[in-house]
C-alpha cells in the first residue's frame, strides 16, 4: 500500500487580512489611582509580602 507525497502546498489564506485586530479604545482611568500615594510600599500584596509580624 503507497502513500502519495503532495508535491505542492495547498493555497493559504491571506492572514495579514484574516488577523487584522478590531478597533478598541481604552477605558477612562478611575479617579481613585488620583488619591493618595500611589508609590507607597504600604499599599497591595507588596506590603503582605515583605511584613514582619
Known amino acids: 500500500m503507497g502513500s502519495k507525497i503532495m508535491e505542492t502546498a495547498p ?3 491571506d492572514f495579514a487580512l484574516a488577523l487584522k485586530p478590531d478597533e478598541y479604545l481604552l ?3 478611575d479617579a481613585c489611582w488620583d488619591e493618595g500615594e500611589t508609590d507607597d510600599v504600604s499599599i497591595g500584596f ?3 509580602a515583605t511584613s514582619k509580624v
Open 27 to 29: 477605558p477612562p482611568v
Open 46 to 48: 507588596a506590603a503582605t
Open 11 to 13: 493555497t493559504l489564506p
